[in-house]
């Protein structure tokens, strides 16, 4: 019955069909959701930090619902992008920018987990239907160099200066997104050149369609597109800031450990994200479904959940004086 709390994840797609569906102030119903009220919930409910038994772990493999949770994101999520056709040419045409600005904050939280994160659940599966449907989710919100880098790039070099997408001590969150991602479109076009040029052709139709279609909200649709990828990529800074692995001979690092990921047990993060925020054990079995990954005392953890450490990484500040400290003992391993 645990397996249940999973059913958590459609909160986040309800919060963003009410902001489509809604004017004015409530048309931020996702954004303030996501990173409002989640972070105090979060900050008054119990982290869950327990392992699952084998026969837990055995019960949840060969229960399909899992994976169909994952799925029903995808058409919630192209079910937004058709509202969001629908709703920002009448915001434009009555000149509505406070709902066009909540409409496009609604459909970039949409590109970020229904798109994004899903995208990366359904990636690491061998499964070539599902790394189809996770490329075709990142063509949604144009970023389909992550499926290459991320998969061949970020795995291999995580916690070392390769690694675009891991947050170096002391960079601030905005000058990180600009690196990582001029570094995340190098690695693809570097390691996957064929399946790059495919993936962009694909977006580049995409956006056609959406001109054709409805070409006033065009130019939303990139704005929420990059809203998705920023928030992806202010994941990407929270989930490695100021880990390092040692350098063991001069073409190799040590191997990734639990202590070269932050991870968060507060419990709404991790049962609407998929179980992203157990990052190690994903670093360390790429492969693993979400319901079966583990916590490691070893890791470090966040003193928040996910999107609470977001929103404090966008105050450089406040994150370098919370996080810095509780690098030293972590780096000095």
Not at 271 to 278: A, N, V
Request: aromatic content about 12%; some cysteine; charged content about 15%.
């Amino acid at each position: 019955m645990t397996g249940l709390r999973y059913l958590l994840s459609l909160l986040l797609p309800a919060s963003i069909y009410a902001g489509l569906l809604s004017q004015g102030f409530w048309s931020f119903a996702a954004l303030g959701f996501a990173f409002g009220l989640v972070p105090v919930l979060e900050s008054v409910l119990p982290a869950f930090s327990a392992n699952l038994s084998e026969a837990q772990r055995a019960e949840r493999l060969s229960q399909p619902w899992y994976d169909l949770l994952v799925l029903a994101q995808i058409p919630l999520h192209l079910g937004a992008i058709g509202l969001f056709l629908r709703v920002v040419p009448e915001d434009r045409a009555t000149g509505d920018l406070l709902s066009l600005v909540g409409h496009i904050s609604a459909l970039g939280v949409s590109c970020g987990s229904l798109a994004i994160n899903v995208a990366h659940e359904l990636g690491h599966r061998p499964n070539a239907t599902y790394q189809r449907l996770a490329q075709g989710l990142l063509v949604t919100t144009l970023y389909g160099q992550f499926f290459i880098d991320h998969n061949l790039g970020h795995h291999k070099n995580v916690a070392t200066p390769e690694d675009a997408s891991t947050a170096r001590y002391g960079e601030v969150l905005y000058a990180f997104w600009l690196r990582s991602i001029a570094g995340v479109w190098r690695t693809a076009w570097r390691l996957k050149p064929g399946l790059m040029a495919s993936l962009f052709a694909l977006e580049l139709t995409y956006l056609a369609a959406v001109f054709v279609w409805a070409p006033s909200a065009l130019l939303p649709l990139l704005l929420a597109a990059l809203m998705g990828v920023v928030l992806l990529e202010t994941v990407n800074y929270i989930e490695h800031y100021g880990l390092l692995r040692q350098k063991v001979s001069v073409h190799r690092y040590e191997n990734a450990q639990p202590e070269h990921s932050w991870n968060s047990n507060h419990p709404l993060g991790r049962f609407m994200l998929f179980e992203l925020t157990r990052h190690s054990d994903h670093h360390a079995h790429p492969y693993k479904p979400y319901p079966v990954l583990d916590h490691f005392d070893e890791a470090p953890q966040m003193p928040a959940g996910y999107p609470a450490m977001m929103v404090l990484a966008a105050l450089p500040p406040l994150w370098f004086r919370v996080m810095n400290p509780r690098l030293k003992p972590v780096t000095s391993n």
